[in-house]
T-cell receptor, first 111, second 114 residues
Framework: TQLLEQSPQFLSIQEGENLTVYCNSS?????LQWYRQEPGEGPVLLVT?????EVKKLKRLTFQFGDARKDSSLHITAAQPGDTGLYLC???????????FGQGTELSVKP | NAGVMQNPRHLVRRRGQEARLRCSPM?????VYWYRQLPEEGLKFMVY????????ESGMPKERFSAEFPKEGPSILRIQQVVRGDSAAYFC????????????FGEGSRLTVL
């Protein structure tokens, strides 16, 4: 069974703080994605990482793919209330196969 | 340029009735995926379809659930004889070809079983 473990499950922080969300698996991904979902809406793709060790930045968000392509992290610098939402990591284990999601991290940023 | 369209957005059914959820993929996309989401949980894969073909249905319950993506028209997720445990948000996503993980999601259909 291919599982994606995401942590923490819930995170409540003050505006301006930094945070990191982790995504781990025992299997190697062919690609890994991070999505963000707001209440009542579908997930929206933030980033795709493919190469081991890859780092991508999206404004205050930094995404890292582990060297062995089994794990990833999302770091948010100086969080803002607009960052509040459900962050989901997802991975494809075999090219052309289904996309598997982690259980998500519910982030709340208080002003 | 319309995105993935799902309807109905909200559906209420009584136990034992049938629920039909429809999904029109983005223009030019020939691959459709259905996911189910319970409150405060991630998305659980159900089924992956290409036009007229089921590619992977490993996440579909063995009974009462079926999915199709005909040559013409939307993809349909059908749940027969619904039970309270079927209450959830059902999301459809599409992609232009084989999965790279970059899916475009609809806004979901929220099924409530009374």
């Amino acid at each position: 069974t291919q599982l994606l473990e995401q942590s923490p499950q819930f995170l409540s922080i003050q505006e301006g703080e930094n945070l990191t969300v982790y995504c781990n698996s025992s299997s190697v991904f062919s690609s890994l994605q991070w999505y963000r979902q707001e209440p009542g809406e579908g997930p929206v793709l933030l980033v795709t990482v493919v190469t081991g060790g890859e780092v991508k930045k999206l404004k205050r968000l930094t995404f890292q793919f582990g060297d062995a392509r089994k794990d990833s992290s999302l770091h948010i610098t100086a969080a803002q209330p607009g960052d509040t939402g459900l962050y989901l990591c997802a991975g494809v284990y075999n090219q052309g196969g289904k996309l598997i999601f982690g259980q998500g991290t519910e982030l709340s940023v208080k002003p | 340029n319309a995105g993935v369209m799902q309807n109905p957005r909200h559906l209420v059914r009584r136990r034992g009735q049938e629920a039909r959820l429809r999904c029109s993929p983005m223009k030019g996309h020939s691959h459709v995926y259905w996911y189910r989401q319970l409150p405060e949980e991630g998305l659980k894969f159900m089924v992956y379809l290409q036009k007229e073909n089921i590619i992977d249905e490993s996440g579909m319950p063995k009974e009462r659930f079926s999915a199709e993506f005909p040559k013409e028209g939307p993809s349909i997720l059908r749940i027969q004889q619904v039970v309270r445990g079927d209450s959830a948000a059902y999301f459809c996503a599409s992609s232009p070809g084989l999965t790279t993980g970059e899916l475009f999601f609809g806004e979901g259909s929220r099924l409530t079983v009374l």
